[in-house]
């Protein structure tokens, strides 16, 4: 019988078939397998669950499909249910809109350090590169290092962060780079390990509408002990362009809250 995974990929989306299947095309050639993932779906209808549905046949990994209706940006709870079902001691954080490089599952698994959390960063894809990515590129490794026509796009000033897409391994010139310095995380490229997760409560449910959610979490796992650890040059991963969501302006009240209070455990969350 296998026993239980290294780590789980928890994978949120929300109404971005597309982008989705190219995420999905990446995952399936990663070079480290030793995960399941859970798909985190903010209530997407037909189209979206018939991707993952696809994706669930053809995975080389386990793969669980949690699925809330959509009343809104919920993001904080579904987060929950995926972390009730997750079984890896180490959780990895993804966008349905990020694809990931073939060692990004590798990167953060074996980066990980007692008492730290993993933060990395994206690339911004431009839009015009973004509408004519497809799913065989990705299947083919056109993320595996950069190629003529994603340097075109960075050089046109579409693509940005170019930098972030060499992937950087020694120590040695991590830090001559300063790939090994980072502020803070984003909510699309982390990793902790799940015992930390559950020592907070997991997500804070409060939070409905885009934005602070994930600084939040970061802030009580500050609160907690725990410090950042960067990724910056490893666990690369491409963000497709799409419109901009707007912040909801509450949610920075709440954040500023939670900074000042020192609290390390949320009421809504996990166990309520």
């Not at 490089?101 to 015009?128: P, S, W």
């Not at 902790?192 to 020592?199: G, S």
Request: charged fraction near 30%.
């Amino acid at each position: 019988m296998k026993g239980l995974p290294r780590a789980t990929l928890v994978l949120t989306t929300y109404e971005m078939p597309r982008h989705l299947e190219m995420v999905f095309a990446a995952l399936s050639r990663q070079s480290f397998q030793d995960f399941e993932l859970i798909v985190c779906d903010d209530g997407s209808g037909e189209e979206t669950v018939n991707v993952i549905e696809n994706f669930i046949r053809e995975s080389p990994v386990p793969v669980q499909h949690v699925h809330q209706e959509h009343q809104g940006f919920r993001k904080c709870r579904i987060l929950n249910e995926g972390l009730r079902r997750a079984r890896g001691e180490t959780m990895v954080f993804l966008d349905g809109d990020c694809v990931p490089h073939r060692d990004y599952m590798r990167d953060h698994v074996e980066n990980q350090e007692r008492g730290r959390y993993l933060a990395g960063r994206r690339v911004n894809l431009g839009e015009k590169l973004s509408a004519t990515l497809t799913v065989e590129q990705v299947r083919a490794g056109y993320f595996d290092w950069p190629k003529p026509s994603l340097l075109l796009s960075h050089l046109s000033g579409e693509t940005t962060h170019l930098q972030r897409s060499f992937r950087v391994g020694p120590e040695w010139l991590r830090q001559v780079l300063r790939m090994n310095r980072i502020d803070d995380l984003v909510g699309c490229n982390y990793s902790v390990a799940c015992e930390h997760l559950l020592a907070i409560n997991g997500f804070d449910e409060t939070y409905e509408g885009y934005g602070r959610e994930d600084t939040d979490v970061e802030i009580r796992l500050q609160h907690l002990g725990l410090t950042i650890k960067s990724v910056k040059g490893l666990a690369i991963q491409f963000h497709i362009w799409h419109p901009r969501r707007a912040f909801t302006p509450a949610n920075d009240d709440r954040l500023e809250e939670v900074r000042l209070s020192k609290r390390v455990r949320c009421e809504k969350g996990l166990l309520q």
